[in-house]
């Protein structure tokens, strides 16, 4: 016995509503956040994450009340990501009630924020999400690059190699995307999950694809991963939270009854 | 049942989600200070922290936190819940950022984890420990109330709590190694993992610390 694999429900949220898009295109409407975040803490999720997709000043307003109501009544960890660009947002997200944020984009532009930001708020609430697209060598060897802006930028950055940098730099945990697998519940793409997972010594959260319970068990059993992330199989009712972790459970991963 | 809840504030991160689970769990009233006087009419008091220990210790000790800790824990008596960095703040010294003393209430020693850590069978386990993991009551404590041996609680952290009183061992947690999970001393109980975050289990721990007259 001994610490159990967590189950993520993930909620999107633009303009103080949960979206769910496939590819990140395609939007969806799946409710509203606090309702929806409180209906997984009765669950029993292990955390929540949060991330925002807005664009707009008045929608990061918006983000901020929406983490304030959450945070007021669901006592299980809650990660905030999305828009973060400086430590005086990290600051905010954390006095929103926060428990960790997660830094993307600005990660590339700027690494020393990962520093910087672990240095002041400790690692532990420091996660850096990656999102990552198969891009395979000539030879035809896997290999993984890092995109932005929801996928349509590359950056020439390699995955494996920016997971062990941010690893250094002091993240806490390491939030995996992949870009080709989101939304289309095809499973995660097991392949860059390993390599990420065998090369950092800290938690990492597999995210992107998930269509079924057997694709959470493939995550952790294949993928090595610390953490499932999953949105849309919870949002729209087909799986609740303690099924998941019961058909976990019964294919001998711990987790959290 | 209830009363005031000072939860001592050194500016050390966020302490809304303890407030919240404080007032959740029936608190009349919750008080986020350092304020010595405003504390002084609390009923419990909550000695949390988030963060690396140097920024901490360097933080109570020039808010003056450390003195307002020994007066409420040894003067006046009152409930005491030290939480995570809060409970290795208590100890006598932290591995961490290179070595910081602490405030030696409790003698021992903050250890780091390891790298690299391994479980019984030799797999490897990742640094921080973070998440839900079983904690072991090693002695029974009024804290300990409706809550199920071996009940899981969130942790987040690297470095661990290693007491040189064993008979303090209220809890213990395996990671690698055997830590301490929970102290308890007189009026005081620290915790390494985090009760407000830690769903029915943590509630309920919360719940039995504000209705707890400090004694066991």
């Known amino acids: 016995m001994g610490l159990a694999k967590r189950i993520i429900p993930c909620l999107d949220v633009e303009n103080g509503r949960v979206v769910k898009g496939v590819n990140f295109v395609d939007i969806r409407d799946a409710g509203d956040p606090v309702e929806i975040a409180r209906r997984y803490n009765e669950q029993g999720a292990d955390e929540i994450t949060f991330l925002d997709i807005t664009a707009s000043h008045e929608g990061r307003d918006t983000t901020v009340h929406t983490v304030e109501k959450i945070a007021e009544q669901v006592f299980i960890p809650l990660t905030v990501g999305g828009g973060i660009r400086a430590v005086e947002d990290i600051r905010t997200m954390l006095n929103a009630g926060a428990d960790k944020v997660a830094i993307n984009t600005a990660a590339i532009h700027t690494p020393e924020l990962v520093r910087e930001a672990a240095q002041r708020f400790g690692s532990q609430c420091i996660v850096v999400a990656i999102d990552a697209k198969r891009v395979d060598d000539v030879d035809g060897a896997p290999r993984w690059e890092i995109f932005t802006h929801g996928g349509r930028k590359p950056t020439g950055i390699d995955a494996v190699a920016w997971a062990k940098k941010m690893a250094d730099f002091g993240a806490g945990e390491i939030l995996l995307t992949s870009m080709d697998r989101d939304g289309t519940k095809n499973g995660f793409e097991l392949g860059v999950t390993r390599a990420v997972t065998d090369a950092v010594e800290i938690p990492v959260i597999a995210s992107g694809g998930v269509g079924t319970l057997d694709h959470l068990v493939d995550g952790v059993l294949l993928g090595g991963a610390d953490a499932v992330l999953a949105a849309s199989i919870f949002h729209f009712g087909e799986f609740t939270v303690p099924e998941a972790k019961a058909y976990m459970s019964a294919r001998g991963i711990e987790v959290r009854l | ?216």
């Open chain 2, 1 to 216: 049942m209830g009363g005031i809840v000072a939860v001592i504030d050194y500016g050390m991160g966020n302490l809304h989600s303890v407030a919240s689970a404080l007032q959740h769990v029936g608190a009349d009233k919750v008080l986020v200070t350092h304020d010595a006087e405003l504390i002084r009419t609390a009923d419990h008091v909550v000695f949390p922290g988030v963060g690396a220990i140097r920024d901490c210790m360097a933080e109570i000790r020039r808010l003056k936190c450390d003195e307002l800790l020994l007066d409420v824990l040894t003067e006046q008596h009152k409930p005491v819940l030290a939480i995570c960095v809060g409970m290795q703040a208590l100890m006598s010294h932290s591995q961490e950022n290179g070595g910081v003393d602490c405030l030696d209430i409790i003698p021992g020693e903050v250890r780091f984890f390891g790298n690299p850590l391994l479980d019984a069978e030799g797999g490897r386990l990742k640094v921080p420990h973070m998440g839900w993991n079983q904690v072991h009551q090693v002695s029974a404590h009024p804290l300990w109330s409706g809550i199920e041996d071996n009940s899981r609680f969130y942790f987040v952290h690297s470095y661990y709590v290693d007491a040189v009183d064993r008979k303090l061992l209220a809890g213990s947690v395996q990671y690698g190694v055997s830590a301490d999970a929970a102290l308890a001393r007189d009026n005081l109980f620290a915790v390494q993992f985090h009760p407000e975050k830690s769903h029915t289990a943590g509630l309920q721990l919360l719940r039995n610390f504000i209705s707890w007259n400090g004694q066991c």
